[in-house]
């Protein structure tokens, strides 16, 4: 089953701009990940953000959490043409090994 | 950063088949890895755990006689399709966590780069 919700699944912005993805998800946490898929490629990670942390940069991207809410935010600033992709945050509901991913947004960097 | 490496990175086979898929800690001992699998513009869905020396875990609805694992070095983790039918034609990715320099698990997963299976 998955456990986290992004919206929107679909963003098209121009080049230059700010893109803003949302997760929400539905237990308890010990983290939150955001990882980024090429076309038909494998995921890189991104970022990491513990439950007991709220904000969390790194380079170009930023990343909430707000435990209360049960949601987590991924802010990607001055968008480029090679930041097109698929992210998808994903969680440790069980608080095991297993990661839970939520269905993704597909991002769009238009020239 | 760790790095995970899957072989091949695309097979075709017909209907009936058998694939075996490698999945490979290249630069670490990974005694857990996973198996998930992807549909087109889709998540991805965890079809097992893999445990090294042990026998593997399943998700529910995943068929263990269908998706054989295989965990039995530190590094390497195999997954075979049996039997293969077009509606397991999809895309395969593992992942694999380090037990890193300070003993202690990293909490990040390396992903390896995936294959793509397409049976006719």
């Known amino acids: 089953s998955q456990q986290g919700e992004e919206d929107p699944q679909a963003l098209s912005i121009q080049e230059g701009e700010n893109a803003t993805m949302n997760c929400s998800y539905k237990?308890?946490?010990?983290?939150l990940q955001w990882y980024r898929q090429n076309s038909g490629r494998g995921l890189v990670h991104l970022i990491l953000?513990?439950?007991?942390?709220r904000e969390k940069h790194s380079g170009r991207l930023r990343v909430t959490l707000d435990t209360s809410k049960k949601s987590s935010s991924l802010l990607i600033t001055a968008s480029r043409a090679a930041d097109t992709a698929s992210y998808f945050c994903?969680?440790?509901?069980?608080?095991?090994?297993?990661?839970?991913f939520g269905k993704g947004t597909r991002l769009h960097i238009l020239p | 950063g760790a790095v995970v490496s899957q072989h091949p990175s695309w097979v075709i086979c017909k209907s009936g088949t058998s694939v075996k898929i490698e999945c490979r800690s290249l630069?670490?001992?990974?005694?857990?890895m996973f198996w998930y699998r992807q549909f087109p513009k889709q998540s991805l869905m965890l079809m097992a755990t893999?445990?090294?020396?042990?026998?593997?875990?399943?998700e529910q609805g995943v068929e263990k006689d269908k998706f054989l694992i295989n965990h039995a070095s530190l590094t390497l983790s195999t997954l075979t399709v049996t039997s293969a039918h077009p509606e397991d034609s999809s895309f395969y990715i593992c992942?694999?966590?380090?037990?890193?320099?300070?003993?202690?698990?990293?909490?990040?997963?390396?992903f390896g780069p995936g294959t793509r299976l397409l049976v006719l």
């Open positions: 630069d670490f001992q990974a005694t857990t």
């Open positions: 237990t308890s946490i010990n983290n």
């Open positions: 992942s694999a966590r380090d037990w890193g320099e300070r003993g202690e698990w990293q909490e990040t997963q390396y």
């Open positions: 953000i513990r439950s007991n942390e």
């Open positions: 893999s445990n090294e020396g042990s026998k593997a875990t399943y």
């Open positions: 994903a969680t440790d509901p069980n608080r095991d090994d297993k990661i839970i």
